[in-house]
């Protein structure tokens, strides 16, 4: 890490700990020391903040300023008279940061500090082996024992024993709370044990028009409404004005084809109305920039996530990311959007819903319900999701049978935690909605 870069890790991560006292849980395990900084003023400000957070203090700019102040140590901090200080703390507010990024901070000082340290053994091994009076084998076996210290200090930062988790799991069990985000749908949730899990990346594949942005756009609505905190709809193929007329005459039971042609009844506007001042808009959330790299994406989601808890995240769709990879294979391209995407949502403890087409080999097939192997242009989509539902319509194939008017199977291609299975949903093509399916029959 060069010198500038160094600093602004430090510099950002020192400034996380001191505008959000919940991040240090985030990184409590890589087990930062003082020493791990590299400049004299950050290692005493971090020093101060662990102070506090031991002693089960809120840590703040004013707090901090007041403990530095009384320890004598606030002079202490800077390198010149326009940065020394109290100015020194404030030159941490300069620019901003997002606290979502503060694991990331902690692992690259880690890192450094144990590339120093590494170094500063061979160096003294070195030294030493240049002595005939040193005894060969001892050096080596001192050696050996110097690099498997750092070898345990690495390796306690990400793991942990069964025994370790055990309690964890048990504590969390007898809360009696099930953390599952529920979609919305009584029959999905029931067959996925509650819903979808906080970190886990879901994927939604169908071919064209089955209506994959009507069922997300329905999850994401349900969520928003259910849980109050945010959710973040990224649609790379459709206009937010689009997303937000679906939307519409999913909620107000309105023809789409009235919103879209402009051709609404008076009726119809008085709904719109009633609907408008609902708590939940303002916290859903749609970016329909065009072109989005992966790392746009995981930028917008880190940012969101600063500012209010992501209870979701739905992206329309994953063919569409962009990247900045020099490579021209798609299969390569996809392969690695999906493991961004995976690691993003746990990174931020929230689910991720990606959109994904389907290759067109299931329309040469008799029976055209879909499989997961149809996930176009990447076998990593599946292998990397957690869940992947398949959408097949059945009156999408036959137009002039009413007996399956709307019948739509939701077929759980995967479940990671869980059985394989399909649930029956109705579709609405006029609302652009689905709906559970209790009231219709197939006779299924």
Known sequence: MFLKQRNEVESGLLYCLLTDNESYKEIKNYNLKETDFTRRSNQILFKAILRLI?????????IIITHLTNTGELELLGDGEDNRGTQYINNLFGEFVTSANVREYARMIKDASTKREFITLNHSMN????????????????HKEDISKL?????????????????????????????????????????????????????????????????????????????????????????????????????????????????????????????????????????????????????ICRTLSYHSELSLIVIDYIQLISSSSKTNNREQVVSEISRELKALAKELLCPVIALSQLNRSVESR???????????????????????????REDFYNLNEPKVKGKTEIIIGKNRNGENGCVMLKWESRFTTFKDADDFDWNI
């Open 54 to 62: 031991d002693k089960e203090m809120q840590v703040d700019y004013s």
């Open 127 to 142: 030294r030493k082996a240049e002595l005939e009076e040193e005894d060969i084998a001892k050096l080596i076996s001192t």
């Open 151 to 299: 070898l345990r200090q690495e390796t306690s930062l990400k793991t942990k024993t069964l025994g370790a988790y055990i309690p964890l799991i048990l504590n969390d069990i007898s809360n009696g709370e099930n953390d599952a985000i529920e979609t919305g749908f009584y029959h999905l949730d029931k067959h996925l044990g509650g819903g979808i899990r906080r970190g886990e990346f879901v994927i939604i594949a169908a071919r064209p028009g089955m209506g994959k942005t009507s069922l997300a756009l329905n999850i994401a609505i349900n969520v928003s409404e259910k849980y109050k905190n945010s959710v973040l709809f990224i649609s790379l193929e459709m206009s937010a004005n689009e997303i937000v007329k679906k939307y519409l005459s999913s909620q107000c039971s309105i023809d789409h084809k009235s919103i879209v042609s402009k051709q609404l009844q008076s009726t119809d506007v008085s709904k719109i109305a009633q609907i408008q001042n609902k708590e939940s808009n303002n916290s859903f959330w749609i970016d329909d920039t065009g072109g989005l790299l992966i790392t746009d994406i995981k930028r």
């Open 366 to 392: 008799e029976n055209k319900r879909p499989s997961c192997s149809e996930l176009r242009e990447s076998g990593s989509l599946e292998q990397d999701a957690d869940k992947v539902f398949l959408i097949y």
